[in-house]
Nanobody, 113 residues
Framework: VQLQASGGGSARTGESLTLSCTGS????????MGWYRQAPGKEREEVAR???????VYTDSVKGRFTISTDNAKNTVYLRMNSLKPEDTGMYYC????????WGQGTQVTVSS
């Protein structure tokens, strides 16, 4: 499976962005999927996950601001990011939680104050 993330860009504090991650084949119907981000000089971290049954978990720093969702028909996972903060800056990727596929190129999010 190849993963293509898009939707990143530059934003100011408080603004919103919506990221999309599309798989070359079905990715959401039978996989627990996650959005991850990697800030400069830091380890990649998981920010949100969604399970096929619909259970969702967010890391504390994005709770109440980010929303993960999926569209099975489009093989796509979304991440709606509201109230962006400079600390949300990083490269964002999606992947499944277990037995991860090769990481795609990600999409860069840069938030300025």
């Amino acid at each position: 499976v190849q993963l293509q993330a898009s939707g990143g860009g530059s934003a100011r504090t408080g603004e919103s962005l919506t990221l999309s991650c599309t798989g070359s084949e079905s990715i959401v119907s039978s996989n627990s999927m996650g959005w991850y981000r990697q800030a400069p000089g830091k380890e990649r971290e998981e920010v949100a996950r969604i399970h096929p049954a619909g259970d969702i978990v967010y890391t504390d720093s994005v709770k109440g601001r980010f929303t993960i969702s999926t569209d099975n028909a489009k093989n796509t996972v979304y991440l709606r990011m509201n109230s962006l903060k400079p600390e949300d800056t990083g490269m964002y990727y999606c992947n499944r939680l277990m037995a991860q596929w090769a990481w795609g190129q990600g999409t860069q999010v840069t938030v300025s104050s």
